[in-house]
T-cell receptor, first 114, second 112 residues
Framework: SAVISQKPSRDICQRGTSLTIQCQVD?????MFWYRQQPGQSLTLIAT?????????ESGFVIDKFPISRPNLTFSTLTVSNMSPEDSSIYLC???????????FGEGSWLTVV | EDKVVQSPLSLVVHEGDTVTLNCSYE??????LLWYKQEKKAPTFLFML????IEKKSGRLSSILDKKELFSILNITATQTGDSAVYLC????????????FGDGTTLTVKP
């Protein structure tokens, strides 16, 4: 499986500010995925980050709130903009496993908005 | 709408017990069913199931898929306190390799 590194691991953010989360993979992948897990809830897909094209957002998520960059096949960033306490979550970067049947996750970034 | 439902939502057992976790799904373009264990932050991969009736095993954990009845079970035998975690079931899709819909998880607590 791929090794996926995320930064920051944890942060406390002020309401109204923005934070960018970085995701680095040790191998080239066509697609990377960003998930959110709010406290006590399961994982929800935010968007698919495609190299060379715009990210594809799931219903309920918009580019203005969660802009994504994908400058190359091993790196992506997710920005959480104009944060509110409702954005307090674990944000997880993931990549498909070989054959596309599985997905593997980074260590996650735990954001608390105060 | 694609749906993945896990039961029970939570479970408390004692060390040595055997537990069965359930996952049912209603999705289009089914590709695979995945089980994960989540202890702190990131879910760690347990099993991938694509074919009915073929049991996957890893130590005390095993899982099987029924594509006709649209469910899967995860069994843990001789439970240990280290098995305490949230167990997540997810379904992957043919239309987007790697994209998955997750269930709400089963929180397992194993008491000494």
């Amino acid at each position: 499986s791929a090794v996926i590194s995320q930064k920051p691991s944890r942060d406390i953010c002020q309401r109204g500010t923005s934070l960018t989360i970085q995701c680095q993979v040790d191998s080239q992948v066509t697609m990377m995925f960003w998930y959110r897990q709010q406290p006590g809830q399961s994982l929800t897909l935010i968007a698919t980050a495609n190299q060379g094209s715009e990210a594809t957002y799931e219903s309920g998520f918009v580019i203005d709130k969660f802009p994504i960059s994908r400058p190359n096949l091993t790196f992506s960033t997710l920005t959480v903009s104009n944060m509110s306490p409702e954005d307090s979550s674990i944000y997880l970067c993931s990549v498909p496993g070989q054959g596309g049947n599985t997905i593997y996750f980074g260590e996650g970034s735990w954001l608390t908005v105060v | 709408e694609d749906k993945v439902v896990q039961s029970p939502l939570s479970l408390v057992v004692h060390e040595g017990d055997t537990v069965t976790l359930n996952c049912s799904y209603e999705v289009t373009n089914f590709r695979s069913l995945l089980w994960y264990k989540q202890e702190k932050k990131a879910p760690t991969f347990l099993f991938m199931l694509t074919s009915s009736g073929i049991e996957k095993k890893s130590g005390r954990l095993s899982s099987i898929l029924d594509k006709k009845e649209l469910f899967s079970i995860l069994n843990i035998t001789a439970t240990q306190t280290g098995d305490s975690a949230v167990y997540l079931c997810a379904v992957g899709f043919n239309t987007n390799a790697g994209k998955s819909t997750f269930g709400d998880g089963t929180t397992l607590t194993v008491k000494p």
